[in-house]
């Protein structure tokens, strides 16, 4: 029994609809992290009860470790002796009687000493700097065979349209298969089946295990989130949940499952999850992501999730005696709810890169968080033991799967190329398109006209630095996007173009992963009445470069190759410096300055002057920042001082303070309860986890000392306009949208030295506005007027109030003077967010310094 999309036949369970998420679950079922309902349920790094309490030393890490390993074309086995880690006894796992992290190693040694199918790779370190092992099975590849399987994976990518006629892939390429693990370290269970896999795999005798394991390559990362996996968290040791990251790749566990799609080009892959009762297998619901061709995509994602869920039910489990309800498949039986719209999601960032199946599975049995802290160890132990015996059903059935269905898993990847590289359109869902999938009807139809192009500037019209460019470049190169170079000056789309600048031609494999990352996206809250999580992130609109879309035409323009960006670091060769505020690195490259003792004065523009007996540092920072410190016009007025923040933050926004190289010391509610120090910072930024009506006295009275002595203040959304209304900083009335909405929003920015040159677009998640301002409060930004969001999900409420109608001409940065020159900002925006919206950074990198009395 459930609701049903009117002239269809998908019945949708309870759990996945808005309000019931939080619905009281049956004795050994569970949830998912809640999709965002009514009363959106925010995970670790956005607004909660909890500040972030990442270390300084984690987010350091942040850029990883990328340890050598073997090159694409050594042969198999790639037998490697991995060192043992020590025993950790606190180790999360144990209690589950699952596999403890220092336990993997040796394990894995053991299992590539049972024969010649296994192969152990470090595909780097996690935030935490534990090693990701990334295992291969398959039968022996000498490295002549390992060559020219390298050579057909190129061919099907680069030149798909020979490779569906090339024989020799037909009959001897091996199908790449991926299985992730553990992405969420307190979903223990796919690294047990993932461990049982290898080694049934290593010993079988049997002919179908031979046939498969001579006709593929079975990739399994065993545990991408070790930190996690070890705590006993969902997120990294940095505090971010990877299964969010994939689109801004900050962490280096995401880059690691990066590297390994752009490497092995995976046909199939299934991500393994908890906890869902029963067991969710993807294809989802609507929105479907529209840059996919997803006719061949619903195709094998469905027959597969079939597979997988005939052999999840075949266990044997029932509610009645084991509390596991049958399984489910979202995009059958539900309406909405468990979407595959954005890219920031294991299984829908490996179509991009070939995947022609890829599934979410979860897990039914519920042994994480409350359960963890309060069931007995036996109780816990039966249901890890049945989610292992889930998480291997699933695996086993799309091997099968792939064993079954390898021509037309290739043949359909090859297609994907192919349609992309020849600029094709895509091909609707259809009965007739996808037939053997029931239910399809236009909810179901997602596509898009891809521009013929995109022209990035070297330096932009608007004089943003070509360190955002560059940025950019790099960041699409790293996602195997190709990327071109004028070496000419040229004219294009009505425009014209200096020689150096970028194009992003779509007639490309990976046009998908191109657009998806840079078009301004769509507007899609009146497709359905709740996503899942964000629905929109450009990076055109909100990485700070210049991105101009060129829809059709002929791209008769002289242009090289670009492995990576050109460096846009440069250092005037006399006299004082001009070193602008416009980008994070340059926030990171003043803070480096700031840090070692430099005069730097503010120029009139809001950027700094640098003094010419500081050139040396210039230079170092220009090439570590690539920045530009040009020659500067004016001696500048008023001294910058290195700031130091008390930061109530997510965990993303702290990872982003770092980036800009701020000194940031983190406190919550608890930290000042026990006592602070607030002689170590200048300015306090809040935006989760501190509540002044939770102060006791000695905590209150101290902050209200730090105010008094001239301590600025930066806040963000209801919790940072909660805190500047109780302590009296700043008259205004914050009043809150649908606490579902985000998206890329424009914005009219203001002359102030926070917002003056600014993006005209922002990102919002539970936006704010601000009404009601008192004397002296002064407007920085503006929602714009008419519909601001550019694209994502934003609707009024039932009652009609919250949507972007009403923000539409709000003020949404707002800014009063406080005592001893400092100032306190509230923001209603969200330029942090997940430390994804880099062109936005310096907003609250300039308000941090402003609130400071910089």
Known sequence: MGIHRPGLHRPVPVLLIGAALTTALLPGSAQAEPRPGPSPVRGAEERGDKAAKSSAASA???????????????????????PEVPENPADKSIKLGLTPYHGIAPKLNALQKL??????????????????????????????????????????????????????????????????????????????????????????????????????R??????????????????????????????????????????????????????????VNGTLIEPTTPPHGENYEYDLFLKNTYANALGMEAAVNGLGYTEAKDGVKPAQIPFRDSEEGWDDWPP?????????????????????????????????????????????????????????????RRAG???????????????????????????????????????????????????GRDQRSATAAARLVDHLIAHDVRVERAVRDFRLGGRSYERGSYLVDLEQPKRGMANVLLADGRDISDKVSVMYDISGWSLGRLWGATVDEVKDGRLDVPRTPVRSAAAAGYVAPRGDLRLGLDDPQEIAALNALLADGVAVRRAADGGAIVPASARRAALQLSRTYDVA???????????LQRTRVAAAVTSGELFALREMNFDVLPVSTATLNAGFDWSEADVLMVSAGLDLGELNAPARGA??????????????????????????????????????????????????????????????????????????????????????????????????????????????VVSAPGVEGSRTYLFGTEPLFRAHPKGVFPQIGRALLGAAGS
């Open 60 to 82: 350091e890490r942040a850029l990883g470790e990328r340890i050598p390993g073997f090159s694409r074309t050594a042969g198999y086995p790639r037998e490697r002796e991995l």
């Open 115 to 216: 024969g010649d199918r296994v192969s152990v790779e470090i595909a780097g370190r996690s935030a935490g700097g534990h090693q990701l092992y990334l295992v291969t099975v398959t039968s022996p590849e000498s490295s002549r065979e390992a060559r020219a399987q390298e050579r057909m994976r190129e061919r099907i990518e680069n030149a798909p349209a020979s490779a569906a006629r090339d024989k020799e892939i037909k009959a001897e390429y091996k199908t790449p298969v991926f299985i992730n693990n553990n992405i969420h370290g307190n979903e223990w269970e796919g690294t047990d089946a993932a461990l049982k896999l290898i080694e049934r795999l290593a010993t079988a005798k049997d002919a179908k295990t031979e046939d498969l394991l001579d006709r593929s």
């Open 218 to 275: 079975i990739y399994l990362n065993v545990t991408a989130n070790p930190d996690g996996r070890i705590a006993g968290t969902r997120a990294n040791a940095n505090g971010f949940d990877l299964n969010r990251d994939f689109v801004t790749a900050s962490q280096p566990e995401t880059r690691a499952m990066r590297q390994i799609a752009v490497d092995k080009q995976p046909a199939v892959m299934i991500d393994l999850h908890g906890y």
């Open 344 to 404: 920031i999601f294991t299984p829908q960032y490996m179509p991009f890169h070939g995947a022609t199946a890829a599934h979410t599975i979860e897990f039914p049995m519920q042994v994480n968080n409350r359960a963890y802290d309060t069931l007995p160890v036996a109780e816990l132990r039966r249901r890890s033991a049945i989610n292992t015996d889930i998480a291997g059903a699933a695996m086993d059935a799309t091997l099968s799967f792939v064993q079954e």
């Open 409 to 459: 898993l290739l043949a359909d990847q090859i297609e994907t190329f192919r349609r992309a590289d020849a600029g094709e359109a895509q091909v609707p869902v259809s009965p007739e398109t996808v037939p053997g999938v029931p239910g399809i009807g236009p909810e179901d139809v997602y596509t898009t006209d891809f521009p013929r192009a995109y022209v990035i500037p070297a330096a």
């Open 629 to 639: 410190f040009t020659a500067a016009k004016e001696r500048g007025s008023g001294a």
């Open 703 to 812: 902050l209200d000392a730090f105010l008094a002595d001239g301590g600025g203040v930066v806040g963000l959304g209801g919790t940072g306009a909660a805190l500047t209304a109780d302590a009296g900083l700043l008259t205004a009335k914050a009043v809150a949208g649908n606490g579902d909405a985000n998206g890329v929003v424009r914005v009219a920015n203001t002359a102030g030295p926070v917002t003056a040159g600014a993006p005209d677009t922002t990102f919002v998640y539970s936006p704010v506005w601000f009404t009601d301002l008192g004397p002296g409060v002064r407007v920085e930004q503006s929602y714009a007027t008419g519909n601001p969001l550019v694209s994502g999900h934003w609707r009024a409420l039932e009652d009609g109030t919250g949507g972007p109608a009403d923000a539409a001409g709000k003020a949404s």
